[in-house]
């Protein structure tokens, strides 16, 4: 298994979904790109016929498309659209809308191209017909004359003509006259379909079917005569020409080609040129020879919905080898001829999905030829599954692709299946009250029960698997039991034949008439039953609330399970320990002991009634699926939820598990293939991580380096806040402690007279021997550190405004979203406030603009600015307390002498009028004269200190020359 035992689920990812590509309206096919377009939900899907699955949408956003048209070359489409706009798509790898325009006045009803893709001829809904040129876009001519609604338009294939049809009329249209040139009535019903039928080169014949159960064969040529009218007694939907000489030289060069067509092709000595197909309401596709109107072939539908059929188009228009059938239940059936069977299935819409069940493949090693080997080397995948979509054909579907083969047989909507635990059964039961088993490799009927009084609800096969390739090949010795559970309250074990003697009636099938043991299993309707993995008790749950447990094959009642407020949904075994899980309508799914039916857990998460449970491979979780559209996978141990996946819209009615594969299917018609991806995200985390722990080092080394900016954008795109906090702060306080010690900080700012006033200030409060002292060591140590303080300056090259530059809009985004919270902090408003005035200077506001949320940013900041713009101004005006203390004090330190005792004076009253906000506009003007006088007053003290020092040098010299 790709899950381990040992490990838990934690994710599961979609691998690929079917949601449909058609429910209803026009179909047409392009035989150059095998591209198949179909209406779905007013969008137009491209479906590549290889592949069976929608390629390419073309989507117009408010205006849905009602009808459409693709040129020969599948390069361009031409859409009508509600609004009743014409437009103009490409089809290339990329869809792209090439032109819109108003074709007509009311919705367009019909579009179709001429053989070379020039021209576009439009039917609506006002009665006309136009014929545009497509590159142009303009219209070439505009037809009026009919009396009704245009609904069909076709361009001759061979002549520069149009054939428009409106209700019962048909008329042909010449475009180099732009007249009208034959008016074909004979229909007593509206035309359904029309098509053209080759008899010669340059020669074609005119075929229509319409609902008054006739179809007619036109001449062309002159005034358009009635060729022939051939009576097919259904209400025609489609008809189609297939050329007859290709398929005549098939069957006569190869007799492997059976059946009544592939006899009439081979014995008719004069064929005809082609050969009509019809479909209709009766639910059969049938040939027709135009030449007598006798019926040559006929197959019955494999379309559900009773083989209604509504469409019909040749996919290989010059040898007639292939043909697609479209049936009211919506789906593709492929044809070959001239062997006349379905070679391939698309599912081009499904009703609500009510049951997938994967099936199993067993891969068995060489090496287990021995007896004694056991399954934990063989290898158990699923490939396939078996789909239930209401209705009375099941399917068995591939997981890649969605190609799909239909199990043909039941009269009335399936409801229920199983597969048997080798994967080679299939066994259905529905409202028809039969249950069928079918063979799971070629999808033929090989056996039927029947007995049930009500619709079969629910099956299940044995469960125990063979342990080795020896015992697997006994089992095929003996009979097979089947469990079936019905409305009518009844549980019976079946008794089939062999797998060996079911391979011997496949196709016939045999039947089983009567059940080797009945049993009245609950007091309302049973929902499901199901076989335990060691083939010795069967659960079943109903609508009685009750999960009772059987003994198997026997039957006997061993015990009940009560505990549940709703009807039971789902029953589930445990594959490794001796208990059942049960699904309820009460939204709680319950965990059973087998040992005494006492609930050991329950698991409550969902809004809504649960309708399916299934262990995961390694018994020790559970998934879920519920009314609410979600899946659930549950730890058992702690019954908490491990996660929950939303895909489906509407109710998920089945889900089932393989390994670490799961199918599931819901009310809105989707079905979707899930991988268990717990390895993957396991993975994918441990790299993250150590990618995160390479980058985490890589930003300690780009520090290291001195390149501090590319630092910040590394640590910003891994939302490192706080290496960026760390990086900013070493930063901020680096510069400050440089400016200080180099004196920078003082030369870059403008000289001015407060500036000067301070410089003045600092040489009164020290002394001049003071300065002396002070400034020698000084100078030495910028002698000495000079080239550690260049260096250090150039290694660490950091402009903010230059690193806020070269971010992107991204990552200016996260940026800003980092300075708002750090702006809420007290201790980091600081930096924050830095920060976003560099990025205010340095960004353009044009950009700052574009940033998503930036007004409330704004907001944000200014609002949390204020805050801290008024702190600071209250610890501002508590600053000056200390000037108080230590200034206006009678015995305080500045009060020692006459001169100082002026400037605590003028320091005092400075102080009392920040404390009381005082408004003297004379203060500062006083105070620089004051100033400016005390400075004239030191330079005239130093100067004369100076010719003092000078005198005494003099004197002292003189005197040392007369000793000498």
């Known amino acids: 298994m790709a899950t381990a035992a040992s490990s838990l689920s934690e994710a599961w990812a979609v691998d690929a979904r079917h949601v449909g590509c058609f429910t209803g309206g026009k179909v047409a096919f392009c035989e150059s790109s095998n591209l198949l377009g179909c209406l779905c939900d007013e969008e137009l899907h491209l479906v590549d016929s290889s592949c069976k699955e929608p390629t390419r949408r073309v989507v ?182 297939v050329p007859t000489r290709h398929l005549r030289q098939q069957c006569k060069e190869h007799t492997i080609f059976r059946g009544p067509f592939a006899d009439w092709m081979r014995q008719e000595k004069e064929p005809p040129a082609f050969i009509i197909f019809t479909v209709g309401n009766k639910g059969a596709i049938r040939a027709w020879n135009p030449l007598d109107g006798k019926q040559v072939a006929s197959h019955d539908s494999p379309h559900a919905a009773k083989g209604e059929l509504r469409q019909i188009h040749c996919l290989d228009t010059a040898k007639g080898t292939k043909m697609v059938t479209i049936g009211e239940d919506l789906n593709f059936m492929m044809w070959s001829l001239p062997e006349f069977e379905v070679f391939s299935h698309i599912m081009g819409h499904n009703e609500e999905i009510v049951h997938v069940q994967l099936i199993p493949q067993i891969a068995w090693p060489q090496e287990q030829e021995v007896e004694d080997s056991t399954t934990k080397g063989s290898l158990v995948t699923a490939d396939r599954f078996v789909c239930i979509a209401n209705d009375e054909h099941p399917r068995v579907v591939s997981c890649e692709g969605f190609g799909a083969a239909m199990l043909r047989g039941h009269t009335d909507v399936v409801i229920s299946c199983d597969v048997s635990v080798d994967g080679a059964w299939i066994a259905t039961g529905g409202k028809d009250q039969v249950i069928k088993v079918w063979s799971a490799s070629t999808c033929e009927l090989a056996c039927t029960c029947s007995g049930h009084a009500g619709d079969v609800t629910a099956l299940s096969f044995s469960k125990r698997r063979p342990r080795t390739l020896r015992a697997a090949s006994q089992q095929e010795q003996l009979p097979m039991l089947l469990v079936s559970v019905s409305q009518d309250k009844t549980m019976k074990v079946w008794e089939i034949p062999s797998a060996k003697e079911l391979g011997k009636v496949l196709g016939t099938g045999t039947k089983v008439k009567k059940s080797k043991v009945t049993v009245l299993a609950h007091s309302k309707e049973v929902n499901d039953v199901l076989v335990a993995p060691n083939n010795k008790l069967m659960a079943s749950g109903g609508q009685d609330k009750l999960v009772r447990i059987w003994k198997f094959p026997e039957g006997d009642l061993l015990g009940e399970c009560k505990g549940h407020r709703r009807g039971i949904w789902c029953v589930a075994f445990s594959p490794i320990d001796q208990v059942v899980a049960s699904a309820s309508g009460d939204a709680t799914v319950r965990l059973w002991n087998l040992k005494d039916f006492r609930a050991i857990r329950s698991f409550q998460g969902h809004s809504s009634a649960v309708l399916r449970v299934a262990f995961l491979s390694n018994g020790m979780q559970l998934m879920t699926s519920s009314v609410d559209g979600l899946l659930k996978l549950w730890h058992i141990r702690t019954a908490e939820c491990a996660g929950t996946f939303e895909e489906h819209s509407s109710k998920v009615w089945c889900i089932d598990v393989c390994g670490n594969r799961m199918v599931s299917g819901g009310a809105d018609s989707k079905i979707c293939i899930w991988r268990d991806t717990t390895q993957e995200m396991e993975k994918q985390r441990q790299d993250e991580k150590a990618d995160l722990a390479l980058k985490d080092s890589r930003i300690a080394l780009l520090v290291r380096e001195g390149k501090v900016e590319a630092a910040l954008t590394l640590a910003l795109d891994l939302k490192r806040p706080g290496q960026m906090r760390q990086i900013l702060l070493d930063h901020t306080m680096d510069v400050v402690g440089r400016k200080m010690f180099t004196g920078d900080g003082d030369k870059a700012e403008p000289e001015s007279q407060r500036g000067q006033r301070k410089r003045n200030k600092a040489k009164r409060a020290t002394p001049k021997s003071m300065n002396l002292t002070l400034l020698e060591p000084r100078k030495r140590c910028q002698e000495e550190n000079g080239v550690c303080a260049k260096d250090k300056e150039e290694s660490t090259p950091i402009d903010l405004r230059r690193w806020v530059l070269s971010l992107n809009v991204e990552q200016l985004e996260r940026l800003v979203e980092l300075l708002e919270q750090w702006n809420s902090n007290r201790r980091m408003a600081p930096l924050a406030q830095m920060t976003f005035a560099t990025l205010l200077l340095s960004v353009p506001a044009s950009k700052l603009k574009a940033l998503e949320g930036m007004n409330a940013t704004c907001r944000a900041v200014l609002s949390y600015a204020s805050r801290h713009m008024a702190r600071v101004e209250s610890l501002l005006q508590k600053t000056y307390l200390f000037d108080l203390i230590l200034q206006g004090s009678s015995q305080g330190l500045a009060t020692k002498d006459s001169d100082d005792a002026t400037i605590s004076a003028e320091a005092l009253k400075r102080t009392m009028d920040v404390l009381l906000q005082g408004k003297d506009e004379d203060l500062e003007k006083k105070e620089d004269e004051f100033e400016e006088t005390e400075d004239d007053a030191v330079d005239e003290d130093t100067g004369s200190e100076d010719e003092k020092d000078k005198d005494v040098a003099t004197s002292g010299e003189a005197k040392r020359r007369r000793k000498q």
Request: net charge neutral.
């Open 60 to 241: 117009q956003e408010g205006d849905g498309v009602l009808t459409f048209a693709i040129d020969h070359l599948g390069l361009n489409a031409c859409t009508s659209h509600r609004s009743g706009l014409l437009r103009h798509f490409t089809l290339g790898e990329k869809i792209a809308l090439a032109r819109s325009w108003r074709g007509h006045e009311q919705v367009v009803a019909d579009v179709s191209f001429d053989a070379t893709g020039a021209l576009v001829a439009t039917g609506s809904v006002d009665r006309t017909a136009k014929v545009w040129d497509f590159q142009g876009y303009f219209c070439t001519h505009n037809f009026k004359g009919h009396a009704g609604i245009v609904s069909l338009a076709r361009f001759h294939p061979a002549k520069l003509q149009l054939v428009t049809i409106a209700d019962t009329e048909v008329r042909l249209w010449d475009l180099e006259s732009s007249q009208c040139i034959g008016i074909m009535k004979d229909h007593l019903a509206s035309i359904s379909s029309m098509c053209f039928g080759r008899v010669k080169t340059q020669l074609f014949e005119l075929v229509t079917g319409g609902r008054d159960q006739v179809v007619n064969v036109w001449n062309l040529q002159g005034k358009c005569s009635l060729v022939r009218s051939i009576p097919v007694f259904e209400h025609v939907e489609g008809v189609m020409a």
